[in-house]
């Protein structure tokens, strides 16, 4: 079983402040993707990297995928309410696999 | 374009009772993935079917769980019969091709007492 670690496992700031969230595993992952889940709904992809050292900017989310493909990060800069949500990483080995984090829960306090 | 639906959205049940789960893929999509999300384990992949064949079931629990997809546009997620364990919300998304870049459904709410 692959496994990927997000830390923390809970964050809770206040709007306006900056926060990095972490993905890491021992595998090595062609592809990795960010999904987004607010309460009640289900998981909305945000991202995918596929290139070593990739990085993307989505508004105020950047995204990095690690040189060796077994990590990446996420930066929310200035974080709002509206950013609030579970953060999944969700990384692709092979064919048919496709791994999930165990999530980063993120609330931004007004 | 309308999104990955499931039906029903919340769904009660007495244990030892069947339940039957439903999901419309998006048109075009030829994957569907079926997850179970819980505090406890997080969103764990139940089956994965491509073109309408059930390409990986290793993370169906137990033959008290089986699914089907008689064609492109509709699958099941039969539980029978159910217990309190199986409380969980159940995911249904589909895809283009392949376990890349999901689209879930708003998922069920299944709660077994």
């Known amino acids: 079983t692959q496994l990927l670690e997000q830390s923390p496992q809970f964050l809770s700031i206040q709007e306006g402040e900056n926060l990095t969230v972490y993905c890491n595993s021992s595998s090595v992952f062609s592809s990795l993707q960010w999904y987004r889940q607010e309460p009640g709904e289900g998981p909305v992809l945000l991202v995918t990297?596929?290139?070593?050292?990739e990085v993307k900017k989505l508004k105020r989310l950047t995204f990095q995928f690690g040189d060796a493909r077994k990590d990446s990060s996420l930066h929310i800069t200035a974080a709002q309410p509206g950013d609030t949500g579970l953060y999944l990483c969700?990384?692709?080995?092979?064919?048919?696999?496709?791994?999930f984090g165990t999530g980063t829960r993120l609330t931004v306090i007004p | 374009d309308a999104g990955v639906i499931q039906s029903p959205r919340h769904e009660v049940t007495e244990m030892g009772q069947e339940v039957t789960l439903r999901c419309k893929p998006i048109s075009g999509h030829n994957s569907l993935f079926w997850y179970r999300q819980t505090m406890m384990r997080g969103l764990e992949l139940l089956i994965y079917?491509?073109?309408?064949?059930?390409?990986?079931d290793s993370g169906m629990p137990e033959d008290r769980f089986s699914a089907k997809m008689p064609n492109a546009s509709f699958s099941t997620l039969k539980i029978q019969p159910s217990e309190p364990r199986d409380s969980a919300v159940y995911f249904c998304?589909?895809?283009?091709?392949?376990?890349?870049?999901?689209?879930f459904g708003p998922g069920t709410r299944l709660t077994v007492t």
């Open positions: 969700a990384g692709k080995t092979g064919a048919n696999n496709l791994f």
């Open positions: 998304a589909s895809s283009y091709a392949g376990p890349y870049e999901q689209y």
């Open positions: 079917f491509n073109n309408n064949v059930p390409i990986d």
């Open positions: 990297v596929v290139t070593g050292g």
